[in-house]
């Protein structure tokens, strides 16, 4: 009786993880993120409106006005690379969409916090002798 309790807590944990996992997965999906999503820019024009770019790339991170444009951020994933900070740009009065770039300088940037946030590996030295 004990052996099938254990194996129905390893399972109800399997399914736990595997139900976490969905909803991590998806919720990059769903908001214009995920795997890929830097190809999304490909549908991109100049002169959209901001719910038709809303509709290709969901929800931006930030937005906020610089001068007298309305620029709004995402990070989008691109394959082999990561996250990169990827900017549009909408006039203000007519509210649409300008340009679109990625911000590499700021991409470095974050790269480069990376690498200070991980531990430096340590060296070992093994002294072996054989005789």
């Not at 937005?63 to 549009?88: I, N, R």
Request: aromatic share 12%.
């Amino acid at each position: 009786m004990l052996g099938i309790r254990e194996v129905n807590v390893k399972n109800v944990f399997r399914v736990f993880l595997f139900a976490a996992l969905l909803v991590l997965l998806g919720g990059c999906a769903g908001t214009g993120g995920g795997l890929g999503s830097i190809s999304k820019t490909n549908q991109l024009m100049p002169g959209m409106t901001p719910n038709q770019v809303k509709e290709i790339l969901g929800e931006p991170s930030q937005t906020q006005f610089v001068a007298d444009k309305w620029v709004w951020k995402y990070s989008l994933h691109e394959y082999w690379k990561g996250w990169v900070p990827y900017y549009l740009v909408f006039g203000k009065e007519g509210k649409k969409l300008d340009s679109w770039y990625a911000n590499e300088a700021e991409y470095m940037q974050q790269q480069q916090l990376w690498l200070q946030a991980m531990p430096p590996t340590q060296k070992h030295e093994v002294d072996i002798k054989v005789r």
